[in-house]
């Protein structure tokens, strides 16, 4: 579905900006806005219930429930879900959020990020704090919204807040590699992107499509199974749709998958250039893939690349790697972890977010990489699973023999 939108003065997205380096100025104006304490925290974290406020003019604004799933974006947005671990016991748990609008402004995001560690405070330090970004949101947070979000054209800046069009933007990506070394790449929304080498999934919302090239070997088409089911989730709203070349991928056969990507675009206004879908050799060579080297990273003020502390081995990275001191983060691939150590300033950790999209944009990887926000003590499976404890040294036992 296309609209039309007429174009106002063009605020500058934060994707274009070293969001790493948003200095006092932004902390300014967002302890100004909030000189007298911040209202919207008021009752927050004490039952079960998920609750959704914008950022306007570095100020949080409830979002109003009817809209709950919906997102402007030219906006930026603070999520928190609280809910019960053990549906059995008292102890309520926290996940705070921050959705960023491709469209967003610096300061917007800024503002989310401190007023997300605001809020973590209080619930008493007790929240795992995530950032999410257009297009490359979380499952955990899709899930809230019955696994699909609505993406709102404009913004609170905008004056098209009125605007309820949606903005369909599904998604091609690449699993190439074999056993261990697989890869996972998002590609341009192009039939000339794909090759019959590899494995390819087509996220288009509702439905999540695995197209396996003819040459495409079996962990290419098994990674792309599992990571197509991820993507679809597990609430049954989303189905896996599978295409082999060659057996059922026909242009009549699955039309509703080519038609995401056709096979001729405009060229030169009068004439129309063909696409195909590249040879297995245009693809490249499977064994050329390495694997993804986990990497832990001090977060250091003024290194925006932050400072490499430990690579992962066969093992993974030793537990005491970890400083109490500071603020890490950790690599792993397809995810970055941010953990606060209990000892780490205050500042560092209202920067933590900011410092690690510096840190993403810095070594160019992928800006919307999943970001959590982790503190010693709360339990992240996937992020323990690249650590280790090393063995205690054995003490020295001096025995008389009587």
Avoid at 63 to 91: M, R
Avoid at 175 to 182: E, H, I, M, R, Y
Wanted: net charge positive.
């Amino acid at each position: 579905e296309f609209h039309l939108m007429a174009k106002l003065e063009k605020k500058e997205s934060w994707r274009k900006t070293n969001v790493g380096l948003i200095g006092s100025d932004l902390d300014h104006k967002i302890k100004k806005a909030a000189a007298e304490g911040e209202p919207q925290w008021t009752g927050i974290g004490q039952k079960v219930e998920l609750r959704i406020w914008r950022i306007e003019q570095f100020r949080v604004v409830k979002w109003p429930q009817k809209k709950f799933g919906a997102f402007h974006e030219g906006d930026s947005y603070v999520i928190l879900n609280t809910f019960k671990a053990d549906p059995n016991s008292t102890k309520l748990s926290y996940d705070i959020h921050i959705w960023i609008g491709n469209e967003s402004s610096q300061d917007e995001y800024g503002t989310a990020a401190y007023k997300m560690v605001e809020a973590d405070e209080v619930v008493n330090g007790a929240a795992i704090q995530h950032r999410e970004v257009q297009g490359n949101e979380s499952r955990l947070f899709l899930e809230y919204f019955s696994g699909k979000i609505k993406i709102l054209a404009g913004g609170v800046d905008s004056g098209f807040n009125h605007v309820e069009a949606t903005v369909e933007a599904p998604h091609l990506y690449q699993v190439k590699g074999k056993k261990d070394a697989l890869q996972l790449t998002q590609l341009p929304l192009r039939r000339d992107a794909m090759n019959e080498g590899d494995a390819f999934i087509l996220d288009a919302g509702e439905i999540v499509y695995q197209w396996n090239g003819k040459e495409s070997n079996k962990d290419e088409k098994h990674k792309s199974g599992e990571v197509a089911r991820s993507m679809a989730g597990d609430n049954g709203k989303a189905k896996v749709v599978v295409l082999d070349q060659g057996v059922n991928d026909g242009e009549e056969e699955a039309a509703a998958f080519w038609a995401y990507l056709p096979g001729q675009i405009p060229s030169m206004v009068i004439f129309k250039k063909k696409l195909t879908v590249r040879s297995s050799v245009a693809g490249g060579i499977d064994e050329k893939i390495k694997p993804f080297q986990p990497t832990l990273y001090r977060v250091v003020e003024g290194k925006a690349g932050g400072k490499k502390v430990a690579a992962s081995s066969k093992r993974g990275i030793k537990k005491t790697a970890l400083n109490p001191s500071h603020v890490m983060l950790l690599d792993d691939g397809f995810h970055v972890y941010v953990w606060l150590g209990p000892k780490s300033s205050t500042k560092e950790k209202s920067q933590a977010v900011l410092r690690s999209s510096a840190y993403l944009k810095y070594n160019k990887r992928p800006i919307g990489l999943p970001i959590t926000i982790l503190k010693s003590g709360q339990n992240v499976p996937s992020f323990e699973v690249n650590f280790y404890d090393p063995p205690k040294s054995a003490s020295l036992c001096v025995c008389t023999i009587s």
